[in-house]
Each structure stands twice: as C-alpha cells, then as structure tokens.
Nanobody
Framework: QVQLVESGGGLVQAGGSLRLSCAAS????????MGWFRQAPGKEREFVAY????????YYASSVRGRFTISRDNGKNTVLLQTNSLKPEDTAVYYC???????????????WGQGTQVTVSS
C-alpha cells in the first residue's frame, strides 16, 4: 500500500513557476514508476510526465516538454514536478500516481494522491 500526498500548487501569473511535490509512504517507493497527471474542469485526466523507479528514465507529454521537469529522491520518498513558463492552459488539478509500468495511461497506475490545484492567470 502506498499513500501519496501532493503539495505546492497555487496561483501564478503566466510565465511563472511552481514546484509540485508528492510525498509517499511505504518502504517500496523505489520500485514504483511515478507519474504526474492533471485534470482541468470538464476535461479528462491527462498524462503530464513519468519517472522510472531508479530515476533513469523520464518521459513528458508534448505539451509540457521543455517546460516541466520530473525528478525523484528515493531516500526521501518524494517526487517533484518543476513547472516553468506556465501558461493559462496548464491550469488544472495535478495528481501524482504510482504504478509498475512506464505508462502514460492513468489506468496503469495503482495509487493516487488527492491532487493539488494549479491556476495560471493571463
């Protein structure tokens, strides 16, 4: 069982940055692929980025590539999402999730946090 708690969301102007953090419980954190997803009102949950268990492999959605960076610290059971050059269309609730595959599909992730709101004003 893994429990995930996100933090770091907020209100920021376009062009600004936020660092989202996800704290995980459990002893097997390093065995999980960690993903970040987001969901805007009236839209489906969409993939943002994932990072493999040892941090050696990362992958990003094309909409955030070059602006967002995912990282993890297995010693601290945390995964981070550094978001730069934010745009109004990045406004959404951001979720972290844990799974066993390198996947962009939400259905491949077993555990989810409660989400943190990111709002980007124009």
């Amino acid at each position: 069982q893994v429990q995930l708690v996100e933090s770091g969301g907020g209100l920021v102007q376009a062009g600004g940055s936020l660092r989202l953090s996800c704290a995980a419980s459990g002893r097997t954190f390093s065995s999980y692929t960690m993903g970040w997803f987001r969901q805007a009102p009236g839209k489906e949950r969409e993939f943002v980025a994932y990072i493999s268990g040892n941090g050696g492999n990362t992958y990003y959605a094309s909409s955030v590539r070059g602006r967002f960076t995912i990282s993890r610290d297995n010693g601290k059971n945390t995964v981070l999402l550094q978001t730069n050059s934010l745009k109004p269309e990045d406004t959404a609730v951001y979720y972290c999730a844990a799974g066993s595959l390198w996947s962009t599909r939400p259905t491949e992730y077993f555990y989810w946090g409660q989400g943190t709101q990111v709002t980007v004003s124009s």
